[in-house]
């Protein structure tokens, strides 16, 4: 499967978990629901790993604590409270900031310098966001405000993990992930302890298998897949399937959910195509004294 496949993929996959999740976030608490969608992966990968060959290579523990902080546990619990106050489509369209937060982070963090050029593709992107989640008539404002601050400091702690990642190195993603997602779900269970009320759960029939379906495809296969991109080609290239996710989040809110699909949507869209094109695939270059 070729690096753009893949990225297709798990655009598609990212992109349709904020139908499933719109599903069932009125009736599953937002941490029990990130418990359920840790644990259901975690047992997933391990099934997976069974029939793997022993991984005879050591990580850090400390990486896969701050991955399983920063990837799973932030993200998961402000998507899912987010999503409460925000459609979503427009839930998707903030999350698509983390390409940009990504090279943000990349810069301040590893002293890259970012070109005149690039430069203006992120500005283009930012713009295209603000257009994509501007908070609508419909909707009362302060609440849908809320709900962006929540997506955006998710796209933030997604940024930050796709960074942590990298040092992963080699060995299998699916082993990485499993690792990942079963230290989640021991920190969210406590959590969801205290907090929520996980095992007084009255769920229909249609939002078990939504659940079901967020923690095997949306949290542990598409993991594995996301792992094992930016092994190959680096966090910057795998962070640009944010870009694909919005377009994926319009069109199922659109013809399953029938939410509105307004103009400004597509200026959005078409501005942030805009900033992909202009974002070349060396995204940024090391200072020359760092390349001698």
């Known amino acids: 499967m070729s690096k753009y496949s893949l990225l297709l993929l798990i655009s598609c996959i990212w992109g349709s978990q904020f139908f499933f999740v719109a599903l069932v976030t009125n009736d599953v608490g937002a941490i029990t629901l990130s418990l359920l969608k840790a644990l259901i992966g975690a047992i997933c990968l391990s099934v997976i790993s069974i029939f793997l060959k022993k991984d005879s290579n050591q990580v850090n523990s400390k990486y896969y604590w701050a991955i399983a902080i920063f990837e799973v546990v932030i993200p998961f619990v402000l998507i899912a409270q987010g999503q409460k106050y925000v ?9 698509a900031m ?4 990504t090279l943000i982070f990349v810069v301040f ?3 890259k310098k970012v070109s005149k050029f690039q430069l203006i593709s992120i500005l283009l992107g930012l713009v295209g966001i603000s257009i994509l ?3 609508t008539q419909e909707m009362d404002g302060s609440s849908t405000v809320f709900g962006n601050a929540l997506l955006l400091l998710a796209a933030m702690s997604f940024a930050r993990s796709l960074i942590l990642m990298e040092k992963l190195g080699a060995g299998s993603p699916i ?4 690792n990942v997602l079963g230290i989640a779900t021991v920190i969210l ?6 907090f929520e009320q ?13 659940v079901t379906i967020l923690g095997i495809f949306h949290s542990g296969i598409v993991y594995m897949l996301y792992n094992l991109l930016i092994k190959k080609e680096g966090a910057l290239f795998a962070s640009l399937s944010n870009y694909v996710v919005p377009v994926v989040g319009v069109l199922l809110g659109y013809f399953i959910l029938k939410e509105t699909l307004e103009i400004r949507q597509f200026v959005g869209i078409c501005i942030i195509l805009c900033a992909l094109l202009l974002s070349k695939e060396r ?3 090391k200072k020359t004294n760092d390349e001698n």
């Open 98 to 101: 983390v390409p940009i937060i």
């Open 198 to 210: 996980p095992f007084q759960l009255n769920m229909s029939g249609i939002q078990i298998v939504a």
């Open 133 to 135: 989640s501007w908070p």
């Open 189 to 194: 269970l406590p959590m969801a302890m205290i």
């Open 283 to 285: 995204v940024v270059y």
């Open 109 to 111: 963090f590893f002293k």
């Open 175 to 178: 082993v990485h992930m499993r």
């Open 87 to 95: 459609s979503s489509s427009n839930a998707s369209m903030v999350i």
